[in-house]
């Protein structure tokens, strides 16, 4: 089930060429592009439109669901509007498909994404719509006048994460959802190895703790869980553990120009650190081993590191699970921020689905998918989609609604709707969202996540493979992850590396010359060519 | 002369009868330094294992990586995501020998090779199924792990459904129950192995409850077993 996702990360690596071909491409269209997109003084409903929304759900049915009610009930305010939805369960899915339907104008009207992925996108010619001006319409903007429910206005969307959808001078998305990363742990073990958990993590006593129960009998068995399976420490997303990890540190990753900083001595410090407990199998990642839930809820983990959109699948009472019932072990399963270097000043990364209208050529179907975006914030979308996992609704608007407080307030009365990790998870954002941090976006940004979490993968990789991780093997490392991801070309000023394709300014006056005496040679050719082909019939 | 040349395609049908004997090749037989399905079984996980093996199934090929199944006539092979060019994906029909290189792992109970690289050999063999159905339930079954297998006689216990929970689209992994013996297991249809245009696909989508089937396909593993069907017979 779960395990689709992980033939799809390894896909990720493609996006990197498709972006490349999508700036040829742009450049090959030049000024075909669609023309920009101009707010239309009214929504058109004497014509019908059909839209496409693109959504992400996390292989979750009750997600689903709330997508498809919400089209039911935007298509009964404008019976002239059809959403037709199609799903996905990766982001990198999504951003695949968009990037090779640019080309063909065929994106879709709506879709969840990334900012990063945004960025990529925007190298076609007014492929997504600028969201200013929309945002802003007295009459069909966020909470316009004309607006046929009850829509947010802007100042109620939480600044924090509307921030996160600016980049370039304009916003291009706005925020659908938001989570963070997570620690989830057995508590059991953590005091069963005669340690007390403390309210803050520190990346010490998760490395300490995890080291000290690698202990095993003679048999094999670790003698924490008694098992012959222990992984006590693991990540399900490396790309933000080092993101998180050198921003906690105050170490350099990308500038909002797109300069790439990852590769320092930093960074090499924290490698050596996870090549020193990946070498004892202290530390393993979701890519190498599993995923983190598996292993915690089969008492076989005691530090899982995953989303808070991933709450519902950690601890003994998980809703959801990917095991054997047989296989899941009784346990007190506790939620902490992730763990930091500075408890008094902690750092964690906001992430989760934001969205963005694609341009047409036809400004009332932009218009009629502006109005189906801004119907996905209202509260009863933005609180029943946020009860399915560890999100938090992104408007001040859901998050301070009857509802949603009582829905907060009954942490633990179920199993299921209150499951109490689910809920410890959200409130972990909800009291941190001023800790939150995102990466800059630009094109190319994508790519340089990538290879942050490539760094840890192939490190942990090479100390299981019994490699020496040194620094010979740390110039290698760097080397080579550049290159795969292209962060060892030149960069324009938007970040993204320069290619062949790109724009290279006027040619030269000498080529100019030379390319037209070729064509005269050619022209003359085919002049002396026909001529004599003429003379040979009359002379027939 | 007709005695003759009746004697003559006689002769040249003994000749090529015995030709064919003599290229019938050992599918066991491994090259210089290369690993028996048993030293591979036996090899600790993360060290590097040469194989060399038979395409059974082409799973997806994406950013220049293959992911296959294999089989010799001892044991089978899951490849994940090999080095390997567009081309040389193409290269790899049914039955193509080749010779991979790479490191031992395990991801979720299903042991795999990673980091693979290969080379296309000469030789040819297609793996009939192994009917394993009498294996399900035992810890046997897991012996035959990869393996191109059958399941006969078994009761379809819950129409398929898009993703383990419904909530995927056609085109999506189709997840199936089945029993045998009063004991439910979850079978699947691999979208990238077989997609939504596939026979296989279409085939089990209609299945009802109570329909008996036979199937065929790979044995594949994920947090026990979880076979990805390439053929469906309802009997």
Redesign the interface.
């Known amino acids: 089930?779960?395990?689709?996702v992980?033939?799809l990360l390894?896909?990720v690596?493609?996006l990197v060429?498709l972006a490349r071909g999508l700036g040829c491409l742009s450049g090959c269209h030049g000024s075909r592009g669609l023309k920009e997109f101009v707010m239309p003084e009214t929504f058109d409903t004497s014509q019908n439109y059909e839209i496409t929304f693109w959504a992400k759900?996390d292989?979750?049915?009750t997600?689903?669901d709330i997508y498809e009610k919400a089209i039911a009930d935007f298509e009964a305010l404008y019976p002239n509007v059809k959403v037709v939805l199609?799903?996905y369960?990766d982001y990198g899915r999504i951003y695949n498909d968009v990037i090779t339907n640019i080309a063909t104008n065929t994106t879709p009207n709506v879709c969840i994404t990334y900012p990063d992925h945004i960025a990529t996108y925007l190298t076609g010619v007014n492929t997504v719509v600028p969201l200013d001006e929309l945002m802003a319409d007295a009459e069909y903007g966020l909470g316009g006048s004309e607006v046929a429910f009850d829509a947010p206005v802007q100042d109620e969307i939480i600044p924090k994460f509307l921030e996160e959808c600016a980049f370039g001078g304009h916003y291009y998305a706005l925020p659908y959802m938001r989570s963070t990363e997570a620690c989830y742990i057995n508590k059991t073990f953590v005091e069963k190895l005669g340690y007390t958990l403390p309210e803050k993590l520190t990346w010490e006593f998760i490395w300490e703790v995890s080291e000290a129960a690698m202990a095993q009998d003679g048999e094999g068995n670790f003698l924490v869980n008694g098992q012959k399976v222990l992984i006590p420490f693991i990540y399900k997303s490396t790309d933000n553990m080092m993101i998180q990890m050198l921003r906690q540190k105050g170490a350099g990753y990308s500038t909002e120009e797109g300069e790439i900083q990852l590769f320092h001595d930093t960074t090499r410090e924290l490698l050596y650190t996870v090549a020193e407990h990946g070498a004892t199998r202290a530390f393993s990642t979701f890519k190498?081993?599993?995923?983190p839930a598996?292993f915690l809820n089969a008492g076989q983990c005691i530090f899982a590191i995953d989303s808070t959109a991933g709450a519902t699948w950690m601890g003994t009472d998980a809703p959801l699970c990917?095991?054997?019932e047989e296989?899941i072990v009784e346990f007190e399963t506790e939620v902490r921020m992730l763990p930091q270097f500075d408890t008094e000043n902690p750092q964690m990364i906001s992430q989760g689905p934001s969205m963005c209208v694609f341009n047409k050529s036809d400004p009332q179907e932009v218009l009629a998918s502006w109005l189906f975006m801004q119907f996905l914030l209202t509260n009863e979308v933005q609180t029943a989609y946020s009860q399915t996992e560890g999100y938090v609704p992104v408007t001040s608007k859901a998050q301070e609604s009857a509802e949603y407080q009582d829905y907060l307030s009954r942490a633990g009365e179920d199993n299921e709707l209150y499951y109490r990790i689910k809920l410890e998870a959200t409130q972990l954002l909800l009291d941190n969202v001023e800790k939150t941090f995102v990466t800059p976006v630009f094109n190319g940004s994508a790519s340089l996540r990538d290879a942050a979490g490539q760094l840890v993968e192939t490190t942990v990789?090479a100390v299981?493979?019994?490699q020496t991780v040194d620094e010979a093997y740390m110039e290698t490392l760097y080397r080579d992850t550049m290159s795969l991801y292209r962060l060892d070309q030149p960069r324009s000023q938007s970040g993204a590396a320069v290619s062949a394709e790109e724009d290279l300014g006027p040619l030269p006056a000498a080529s100019a010359v030379l390319i037209g005496v070729l064509v005269s040679a050619w022209i003359l050719i085919g002049l002396y060519m026909g001529r004599k082909l003429v003379t040979a019939r009359r002379a027939h | 002369m007709k005695k003759l040349t009746a004697l003559l395609m006689a002769l040249l049908m003994v000749v090529g009868c015995v030709g064919c004997g003599g290229k019938e090749e050992d599918i066991n037989k491994k090259s210089e330094g290369v690993m028996t399905y048993a030293e591979y079984e036996a090899a600790e996980l993360?060290?590097?294992v040469t194989i060399e093996a038979y395409v059974q199934a082409k799973q997806?090929w994406?950013?220049n990586?293959a992911?296959v199944y294999l089989q010799d006539g001892d044991g089978a092979y899951f490849v994940y995501?090999m080095a390997c060019s567009e081309e040389d994906y193409a290269k790899l029909t049914t039955g193509t020998k080749i010779k991979v290189t790479g490191?031992k792992?395990e991801?979720?109970g299903e042991v795999e090779i990673m980091?693979a690289t290969f080379e296309i050999m000469e030789g040819n063999y297609v793996a009939k199924a192994e009917d394993v159905t009498s294996l399900l339930g035992t810890d046997d079954l897991i012996k035959k792990q990869n393996m191109f297998v059958a399941f006969k006689g078994m009761t379809v216990e819950s129409a398929a459904i898009y993703?383990?929970?419904?909530?995927?689209?056609y085109g999506?992994?189709l997840?199936f129950n089945v029993s045998l013996n009063g004991t439910t297991y979850t079978f699947t249809v691999e979208s990238?192995l077989t997609d939504g245009s596939t026979d296989v696909y279409k085939a089990v989508k209609e299945l009802k409850v109570g329909d008996v089937v036979d199937m065929e396909g790979f044995l594949y593993w994920?947090?026990?077993v979880n076979p990805h069907i390439t053929n469906v017979t309802v009997k």
């Open positions: 089930m779960m395990k689709s992980k033939k390894s896909r690596l493609l060429v759900n292989t979750n049915r997600q689903v199609r799903l369960t190498i081993s599993s995923y598996n990917d095991i054997a296989k990789k299981r493979r019994g | 993360e060290t590097k997806s994406w950013d990586t992911t995501g490191y792992a991801w979720s980091d993703k383990w929970d419904g909530s995927g689209q999506d992994d997840y990238y994920y947090e026990g």
